[in-house]
């Protein structure tokens, strides 16, 4: 029986994490390349600010992947905690 409702609580989990990273990641990500590309067509900048400016476009999915991660953890941690 525990082993039943543990495979749907994963079923669940990934089925939500496929939906976030779809719905939500995917066009973070188009951001961050097109951001990037956009970095390096700038032909007067420095090696090291084309570098910056990279960097900079690449934070917002480093937050939101930390976050989600973040969130499962805690989830993962909410599972664990024996019933009262």
Do not use: W
């Not at 543990?6 to 939500?24: H, T």
Request: aromatic share 4%.
């Amino acid at each position: 029986m525990a082993e039943v409702q543990q495979l749907r609580v994963q079923e669940a989990v990934d089925a939500m994490v496929k939906s976030v990273e779809r719905e939500n990641t995917r066009k973070v990500q188009g951001l961050m390349f097109r951001c990037s590309a956009n970095c390096c067509e700038d032909t007067q900048a420095s090696m090291q600010q084309v570098h910056q400016c990279i960097e900079s476009c690449h934070a917002p999915l480093a937050q939101a992947q930390a976050l989600v991660t973040s969130e499962l953890e805690r989830f993962q941690d909410r599972l664990r905690l024996p019933y009262p």
